[in-house]
């Protein structure tokens, strides 16, 4: 049995776990509709994504959906997985999910490869959406 002091921890760590993996999912099945649940309800979300998207802006959660959406429609993801050392990121209110993002443009057959960064902060559970407290406030990428 695990002392009491460690059970918060695991609960932290399982719910961090259940938001990267709905990530991970979301950019697999290049499904914005899944990354748009993980949304920041507080404000903007902070995108700066490189070439060959190009693009560095604060936009609503709406916003960002339609921007994702039109990603998925132009690039197909064919690898995307997380850091395994995820422990040197977190901190108490927020956390940091470093992910390998690998992608191909649908007309050209171009291939790219990102660090993808997503900044998670911790907020309570919105209405109507997956019971996780940890929402993407900002997403940042950079070419390997």
Known sequence: MAPIGILPFLL?????SQTTKTIEKAFFQDDPHLLFS???SRGHIHISL???ISFSDQMSPGQTYLFFRRIYATYSTFEFYGDSDRSVLAKKESF???ARWSFKNRKTGNQYVLLAFFRLTREPPRRGSPPLPWRITEIKAETL
């Open 38 to 40: 993980l949304f920041s």
């Open 12 to 16: 932290t760590l399982s719910l961090i």
């Open 96 to 98: 940091i999910f470093k």
């Open 50 to 52: 490189p070439e060959p």
